[in-house]
Nanobody, 130 residues
């Protein structure tokens, strides 16, 4: 059974850094090579929003609110996705979710929209205090 498990959340002060990880498991070998991945977040009382996405070739996209501060990366050999978050702000406080989409072709970068991804992790909380 396909599964995404996030880790690395916690509390940090304004201006600090944190790295989130997402371990993907349960996919077939071929499916791993066609996985597009992304990070989303949801703050209390707000809708889930896309943070960053990466395609199978390593091309990335970011929400304007995190450009220049966050970096998404992946290690296909270890089936792991990361989100390096620097210069964190209190408004970055949210539950962060890892997401995956199967069947991605070369050059396809999924939109940073929830409907574009079919698999989701349980989330990890990130809290930034001022």
């Amino acid at each position: 059974q396909a599964q995404l498990v996030e880790s690395g959340g916690g509390s940090v002060q304004d201006g600090g850094s944190m790295r989130l990880s997402c371990a993907a498991s349960g996919y077939t070998g071929y499916t791993y090579s066609k996985l597009c991945m992304g990070w989303f977040r949801q703050a209390p009382g707000k809708e889930r929003e896309g943070v960053a996405a990466i395609d199978i070739d390593g091309t990335t996209s970011y929400a304007d609110s995190v450009k220049g501060r966050f970096t998404i990366s992946q290690d296909n050999a270890k089936n792991t996705l990361w989100l390096q978050m620097n210069s964190l702000k209190p408004e970055d406080t949210a539950m962060y979710y890892c997401a995956a989409r199967t069947g991605c072709s070369n050059g396809f970068l999924p939109p940073l929209q929830s409907w574009s991804f079919g698999y989701w992790g349980q989330g990890t909380q990130v809290t930034v205090s001022s």
